[in-house]
Protein backbone atom coordinates (compact mmCIF):
# COMPACT_ATOMS: atom_id res chain seq x y z
CA UNK A 1 0.00 0.00 0.00
CA UNK A 2 1.26 3.31 -1.13
CA UNK A 3 0.69 5.93 0.84
CA UNK A 4 2.86 8.53 -0.40
CA UNK A 5 1.56 12.57 -0.80
CA UNK A 6 4.01 15.10 -1.41
CA UNK A 7 1.77 17.62 -1.41
CA UNK A 8 2.14 21.85 -0.97
CA UNK A 9 1.52 22.59 -4.62
CA UNK A 10 1.68 26.35 -5.03
CA UNK A 11 -1.14 27.34 -5.71
CA UNK A 12 -1.75 28.23 -8.83
CA UNK A 13 -4.42 31.28 -8.62
CA UNK A 14 -6.96 30.97 -11.18
CA UNK A 15 -7.31 34.68 -12.23
CA UNK A 16 -4.03 35.22 -12.80
CA UNK A 17 -4.92 36.61 -16.23
CA UNK A 18 -7.26 39.25 -14.88
CA UNK A 19 -7.69 41.95 -12.18
CA UNK A 20 -7.91 40.07 -8.78
CA UNK A 21 -9.22 43.03 -7.01
CA UNK A 22 -13.24 42.63 -6.80
CA UNK A 23 -15.11 44.72 -9.54
CA UNK A 24 -15.83 48.32 -8.68
CA UNK A 25 -18.61 50.19 -10.70
CA UNK A 26 -16.68 51.96 -12.70
CA UNK A 27 -15.11 48.78 -14.11
CA UNK A 28 -18.52 47.38 -14.76
CA UNK A 29 -20.87 48.72 -17.91
CA UNK A 30 -24.40 49.17 -17.24
CA UNK A 31 -25.43 46.17 -19.03
CA UNK A 32 -23.18 43.89 -16.80
CA UNK A 33 -24.43 45.16 -13.83
CA UNK A 34 -28.06 44.51 -14.43
CA UNK A 35 -27.39 41.36 -15.67
CA UNK A 36 -25.59 40.61 -12.37
CA UNK A 37 -28.46 42.16 -10.36
CA UNK A 38 -30.96 39.71 -12.92
CA UNK A 39 -28.74 36.94 -11.42
CA UNK A 40 -29.11 37.86 -8.22
CA UNK A 41 -32.60 37.93 -7.76
CA UNK A 42 -33.25 34.73 -9.69
CA UNK A 43 -30.78 32.86 -7.61
CA UNK A 44 -31.86 30.84 -4.87
CA UNK A 45 -29.30 31.23 -1.58
CA UNK A 46 -29.38 31.60 1.80
CA UNK A 47 -29.09 34.89 2.79
CA UNK A 48 -27.49 34.66 6.20
CA UNK A 49 -25.00 32.55 5.15
CA UNK A 50 -23.95 34.13 2.17
CA UNK A 51 -21.20 37.08 2.05
CA UNK A 52 -20.95 38.16 -1.44
CA UNK A 53 -24.13 37.98 -3.40
CA UNK A 54 -25.50 39.82 -0.12
CA UNK A 55 -23.09 43.17 -0.80
CA UNK A 56 -24.45 43.64 -4.36
CA UNK A 57 -25.97 46.63 -5.18
CA UNK A 58 -26.84 48.99 -7.72
CA UNK A 59 -25.31 51.47 -5.95
CA UNK A 60 -22.61 49.76 -4.32
CA UNK A 61 -18.93 49.87 -5.67
CA UNK A 62 -18.19 46.83 -4.53
CA UNK A 63 -19.18 43.31 -6.39
CA UNK A 64 -18.26 41.25 -4.39
CA UNK A 65 -16.57 37.59 -6.27
CA UNK A 66 -16.85 39.68 -9.42
CA UNK A 67 -13.50 40.14 -11.37
CA UNK A 68 -14.30 42.29 -14.36
CA UNK A 69 -11.49 43.61 -17.80
CA UNK A 70 -12.62 46.61 -19.91
CA UNK A 71 -15.85 46.65 -18.46
CA UNK A 72 -17.04 43.30 -18.86
CA UNK A 73 -17.45 40.49 -16.52
CA UNK A 74 -14.61 37.71 -16.83
CA UNK A 75 -14.47 36.24 -13.63
CA UNK A 76 -17.54 34.89 -11.13
CA UNK A 77 -16.57 33.24 -7.53
CA UNK A 78 -19.98 32.27 -6.10
CA UNK A 79 -18.66 29.88 -4.20
CA UNK A 80 -19.76 28.95 -0.62
CA UNK A 81 -22.64 31.22 -0.72
CA UNK A 82 -25.39 28.68 0.29
CA UNK A 83 -27.03 28.30 -3.73
CA UNK A 84 -29.74 25.94 -4.08
CA UNK A 85 -30.99 26.88 -7.18
CA UNK A 86 -32.17 29.53 -9.38
CA UNK A 87 -30.12 28.39 -12.48
CA UNK A 88 -32.55 27.63 -15.05
CA UNK A 89 -31.80 27.65 -18.98
CA UNK A 90 -32.51 31.73 -19.08
CA UNK A 91 -30.43 32.64 -16.17
CA UNK A 92 -28.44 36.41 -16.83
CA UNK A 93 -25.80 33.31 -16.08
CA UNK A 94 -25.71 32.09 -19.23
CA UNK A 95 -25.75 35.52 -20.58
CA UNK A 96 -22.60 36.40 -19.09
CA UNK A 97 -20.55 35.82 -22.30
CA UNK A 98 -17.23 36.93 -21.59
CA UNK A 99 -16.28 34.98 -18.42
CA UNK A 100 -13.32 33.43 -18.28
CA UNK A 101 -13.88 32.21 -14.74
CA UNK A 102 -16.78 30.63 -12.78
CA UNK A 103 -16.72 29.46 -9.54
CA UNK A 104 -19.62 27.31 -7.98
CA UNK A 105 -17.95 25.18 -5.71
CA UNK A 106 -19.33 24.50 -2.47
CA UNK A 107 -23.07 25.37 -2.29
CA UNK A 108 -26.26 23.23 -2.01
CA UNK A 109 -28.05 22.51 -5.30
CA UNK A 110 -29.07 19.32 -3.91
CA UNK A 111 -30.32 16.72 -6.88
CA UNK A 112 -29.73 19.39 -9.60
CA UNK A 113 -28.40 18.68 -12.32
CA UNK A 114 -25.79 20.60 -13.91
CA UNK A 115 -27.06 23.92 -16.39
CA UNK A 116 -26.75 22.41 -20.11
CA UNK A 117 -26.70 26.49 -20.84
CA UNK A 118 -23.23 26.62 -19.64
CA UNK A 119 -22.27 25.61 -22.89
CA UNK A 120 -23.20 28.88 -23.80
CA UNK A 121 -20.24 30.76 -21.67
CA UNK A 122 -17.70 29.66 -24.77
CA UNK A 123 -14.71 31.72 -23.32
CA UNK A 124 -14.55 29.75 -20.02
CA UNK A 125 -11.21 28.52 -18.98
CA UNK A 126 -11.61 27.72 -15.51
CA UNK A 127 -14.64 25.98 -14.59
CA UNK A 128 -15.14 25.03 -10.96
CA UNK A 129 -18.35 23.01 -9.87
CA UNK A 130 -16.46 21.29 -7.08
CA UNK A 131 -18.51 19.91 -4.05
CA UNK A 132 -21.50 21.92 -5.35
CA UNK A 133 -24.02 19.75 -4.67
CA UNK A 134 -24.86 18.27 -8.81
CA UNK A 135 -26.21 15.18 -9.39
CA UNK A 136 -26.67 12.88 -12.62
CA UNK A 137 -24.83 12.88 -15.57
CA UNK A 138 -22.87 15.25 -16.66
CA UNK A 139 -23.97 17.37 -19.30
CA UNK A 140 -22.45 16.65 -22.73
CA UNK A 141 -22.46 20.50 -23.59
CA UNK A 142 -19.83 20.61 -21.43
CA UNK A 143 -17.62 19.01 -24.54
CA UNK A 144 -18.54 22.21 -26.43
CA UNK A 145 -16.11 24.51 -23.86
CA UNK A 146 -13.21 24.22 -25.94
CA UNK A 147 -11.33 26.50 -23.86
CA UNK A 148 -11.04 25.11 -20.78
CA UNK A 149 -7.59 24.96 -18.83
CA UNK A 150 -9.08 23.68 -15.72
CA UNK A 151 -12.04 21.62 -15.03
CA UNK A 152 -12.97 20.94 -11.17
CA UNK A 153 -16.51 18.32 -11.06
CA UNK A 154 -15.10 17.06 -7.69
CA UNK A 155 -16.73 15.65 -5.38
CA UNK A 156 -20.54 15.82 -6.85
CA UNK A 157 -20.86 11.81 -7.11
CA UNK A 158 -21.90 12.95 -10.70
CA UNK A 159 -21.76 10.07 -13.25
CA UNK A 160 -19.62 9.98 -16.38
CA UNK A 161 -21.33 7.28 -18.61
CA UNK A 162 -23.45 9.10 -21.62
CA UNK A 163 -21.62 11.16 -22.46
CA UNK A 164 -18.52 8.95 -21.10
CA UNK A 165 -14.99 10.43 -20.13
CA UNK A 166 -13.86 10.58 -23.55
CA UNK A 167 -16.72 12.10 -25.09
CA UNK A 168 -16.06 14.52 -22.69
CA UNK A 169 -12.86 15.26 -23.42
CA UNK A 170 -11.92 14.96 -26.76
CA UNK A 171 -12.36 18.14 -27.91
CA UNK A 172 -10.62 19.72 -24.30
CA UNK A 173 -7.24 19.72 -25.72
CA UNK A 174 -6.25 23.16 -23.70
CA UNK A 175 -6.80 21.37 -20.56
CA UNK A 176 -4.01 21.89 -17.51
CA UNK A 177 -6.13 20.61 -14.62
CA UNK A 178 -8.72 17.93 -14.56
CA UNK A 179 -10.34 17.00 -10.94
CA UNK A 180 -13.24 14.24 -11.64
CA UNK A 181 -12.95 12.88 -7.49
CA UNK A 182 -15.91 10.73 -6.51
CA UNK A 183 -17.24 11.04 -9.89
CA UNK A 184 -18.70 7.50 -10.98
CA UNK A 185 -16.53 6.88 -14.50
CA UNK A 186 -17.82 4.23 -16.50
CA UNK A 187 -14.55 3.55 -18.34
CA UNK A 188 -13.47 -0.44 -19.45
CA UNK A 189 -9.81 -1.53 -18.35
CA UNK A 190 -7.54 0.93 -18.94
CA UNK A 191 -9.32 2.64 -21.54
CA UNK A 192 -8.97 6.12 -19.25
CA UNK A 193 -5.41 6.23 -19.67
CA UNK A 194 -6.01 5.80 -23.75
CA UNK A 195 -8.44 8.39 -23.81
CA UNK A 196 -6.64 11.12 -21.76
CA UNK A 197 -3.66 10.82 -23.42
CA UNK A 198 -5.14 10.99 -26.97
CA UNK A 199 -7.25 14.00 -26.03
CA UNK A 200 -5.41 16.56 -23.57
CA UNK A 201 -1.83 16.33 -24.03
CA UNK A 202 -0.93 19.51 -22.10
CA UNK A 203 -2.48 17.68 -18.88
CA UNK A 204 -0.35 18.97 -15.36
CA UNK A 205 -3.11 17.65 -12.94
CA UNK A 206 -4.41 14.56 -13.17
CA UNK A 207 -6.86 14.05 -9.90
CA UNK A 208 -9.27 10.97 -10.32
CA UNK A 209 -9.32 9.60 -7.00
CA UNK A 210 -12.63 7.21 -6.33
CA UNK A 211 -13.38 7.38 -10.15
CA UNK A 212 -14.45 3.55 -9.87
CA UNK A 213 -11.35 3.06 -12.16
CA UNK A 214 -9.88 -0.16 -13.11
CA UNK A 215 -6.22 -0.91 -14.05
CA UNK A 216 -4.08 -1.36 -15.15
CA UNK A 217 -2.24 1.67 -15.60
CA UNK A 218 -1.08 1.52 -19.32
CA UNK A 219 1.86 2.94 -20.73
CA UNK A 220 0.11 5.32 -22.87
CA UNK A 221 -0.18 7.76 -19.86
CA UNK A 222 3.75 8.44 -20.82
CA UNK A 223 2.35 10.50 -23.91
CA UNK A 224 1.29 12.85 -20.72
CA UNK A 225 4.87 14.09 -20.31
CA UNK A 226 4.14 17.17 -18.41
CA UNK A 227 2.20 15.70 -15.55
CA UNK A 228 2.94 17.17 -12.09
CA UNK A 229 0.42 15.61 -10.08
CA UNK A 230 -1.27 12.01 -10.34
CA UNK A 231 -3.97 10.92 -7.59
CA UNK A 232 -5.72 8.14 -8.06
CA UNK A 233 -6.80 6.77 -4.56
CA UNK A 234 -9.77 4.72 -3.88
CA UNK A 235 -9.54 2.97 -7.61
CA UNK A 236 -9.05 -0.64 -7.87
CA UNK A 237 -6.06 -0.77 -10.33
CA UNK A 238 -5.30 -4.44 -9.18
CA UNK A 239 -1.89 -4.04 -10.68
CA UNK A 240 1.63 -3.71 -9.16
CA UNK A 241 3.07 0.25 -9.40
CA UNK A 242 4.18 0.61 -12.65
CA UNK A 243 8.03 1.58 -12.66
CA UNK A 244 7.78 3.45 -15.69
CA UNK A 245 5.55 6.70 -13.35
CA UNK A 246 9.18 7.13 -12.72
CA UNK A 247 10.09 8.95 -16.37
CA UNK A 248 7.78 11.66 -15.28
CA UNK A 249 10.47 14.18 -15.52
CA UNK A 250 7.71 16.97 -13.90
CA UNK A 251 6.25 14.90 -10.66
CA UNK A 252 6.00 16.16 -7.95
CA UNK A 253 2.59 14.55 -6.49
CA UNK A 254 1.91 10.91 -6.96
CA UNK A 255 -0.87 9.66 -4.39
CA UNK A 256 -1.89 6.30 -4.81
CA UNK A 257 -3.49 5.39 -1.66
CA UNK A 258 -5.97 2.58 -1.33
CA UNK A 259 -5.33 1.89 -5.23
CA UNK A 260 -5.70 -1.44 -5.57
CA UNK A 261 -1.73 -1.91 -5.62
CA UNK A 262 0.04 -4.63 -4.57
CA UNK A 263 4.24 -5.86 -4.95
CA UNK A 264 6.94 -3.91 -4.33
CA UNK A 265 7.07 0.28 -4.82
CA UNK A 266 10.06 0.77 -7.68
CA UNK A 267 12.70 2.34 -6.03
CA UNK A 268 13.71 4.11 -9.34
CA UNK A 269 10.58 6.53 -8.61
CA UNK A 270 12.09 7.56 -5.23
CA UNK A 271 15.34 8.92 -7.44
CA UNK A 272 13.81 11.23 -9.53
CA UNK A 273 13.92 14.61 -8.48
CA UNK A 274 10.38 15.32 -6.99
CA UNK A 275 11.48 17.77 -4.78
CA UNK A 276 8.60 19.13 -2.65
CA UNK A 277 8.47 23.10 -4.03
C1 LIG B 1 -26.61 32.46 -24.95
O1 LIG B 1 -26.04 33.70 -25.31
C2 LIG B 1 -26.79 34.41 -26.27
C3 LIG B 1 -25.98 35.64 -26.68
O2 LIG B 1 -25.43 36.27 -25.58
C4 LIG B 1 -28.16 34.78 -25.71
O3 LIG B 1 -28.90 35.45 -26.65
C5 LIG B 1 -28.86 33.48 -25.30
O4 LIG B 1 -30.08 33.78 -24.68
C6 LIG B 1 -27.99 32.68 -24.37
N1 LIG B 1 -28.57 31.38 -24.10
C7 LIG B 1 -28.96 31.02 -22.89
C8 LIG B 1 -29.43 29.60 -22.74
O5 LIG B 1 -28.92 31.75 -21.93
C1 LIG C 1 -12.52 25.13 -6.60
O1 LIG C 1 -13.04 25.97 -5.62
C2 LIG C 1 -12.81 25.55 -4.29
C3 LIG C 1 -13.50 26.52 -3.36
O2 LIG C 1 -13.19 27.84 -3.70
C4 LIG C 1 -11.29 25.48 -4.07
O3 LIG C 1 -11.03 25.00 -2.78
C5 LIG C 1 -10.66 24.58 -5.11
O4 LIG C 1 -9.25 24.58 -4.97
C6 LIG C 1 -11.02 25.05 -6.50
N1 LIG C 1 -10.50 24.15 -7.51
C7 LIG C 1 -9.54 24.53 -8.37
C8 LIG C 1 -9.10 23.53 -9.37
O5 LIG C 1 -9.02 25.64 -8.35
C1 LIG D 1 5.21 20.99 -21.38
O1 LIG D 1 5.76 22.10 -20.65
C2 LIG D 1 6.76 22.80 -21.35
C3 LIG D 1 7.34 23.82 -20.41
O2 LIG D 1 6.34 24.56 -19.77
C4 LIG D 1 6.14 23.42 -22.60
O3 LIG D 1 7.11 24.12 -23.33
C5 LIG D 1 5.55 22.31 -23.46
O4 LIG D 1 4.88 22.88 -24.55
C6 LIG D 1 4.55 21.48 -22.66
N1 LIG D 1 4.12 20.35 -23.45
C7 LIG D 1 2.85 20.18 -23.78
C8 LIG D 1 2.53 18.97 -24.57
O5 LIG D 1 1.99 20.97 -23.46
C1 LIG E 1 -1.97 -0.34 -23.48
O1 LIG E 1 -2.70 0.28 -24.52
C2 LIG E 1 -2.32 -0.15 -25.80
C3 LIG E 1 -3.02 0.71 -26.83
O2 LIG E 1 -4.25 1.15 -26.37
C4 LIG E 1 -2.65 -1.63 -25.93
O3 LIG E 1 -2.25 -2.09 -27.21
C5 LIG E 1 -1.92 -2.40 -24.84
O4 LIG E 1 -2.29 -3.75 -24.89
C6 LIG E 1 -2.23 -1.83 -23.47
N1 LIG E 1 -1.38 -2.49 -22.47
C7 LIG E 1 -1.88 -3.02 -21.37
C8 LIG E 1 -0.88 -3.62 -20.43
O5 LIG E 1 -3.08 -3.02 -21.14
C1 LIG F 1 11.25 4.83 -18.84
O1 LIG F 1 12.63 5.15 -18.80
C2 LIG F 1 13.47 3.99 -18.91
C3 LIG F 1 14.91 4.44 -18.68
O2 LIG F 1 15.15 5.66 -19.30
C4 LIG F 1 13.25 3.38 -20.28
O3 LIG F 1 14.07 2.22 -20.42
C5 LIG F 1 11.81 2.98 -20.43
O4 LIG F 1 11.55 2.47 -21.73
C6 LIG F 1 10.89 4.15 -20.16
N1 LIG F 1 9.52 3.69 -20.13
C7 LIG F 1 8.54 4.26 -20.82
C8 LIG F 1 7.20 3.62 -20.69
O5 LIG F 1 8.72 5.24 -21.53
Redesign the pocket.
Known amino acids: MVSWLLLAISTISIFSDVTTASASDQCLGTDQRSLLLGLRNSLVFDASESSKLLQWDQSADSWSGVTCKDGLVVGLDLSEESISGGIDYSSNLFRLEFLRSLNLAFNNFNSLAIPSGLANLSRLAHLNLSNAGFTGHIPVELSRLTKLRTLDLSWTWLKLEKPNLRSLIRDLGELRELYLDGVNVFAEGSDWCDTLSSSVPKLEVLSMSYCSLSGPIN?SL?SLANLSVIQLDGNDLSTTVP??L??FSSLKTLSLWGAGLYGEFPHEIFSTNTSNP
Open positions: TMSFSN
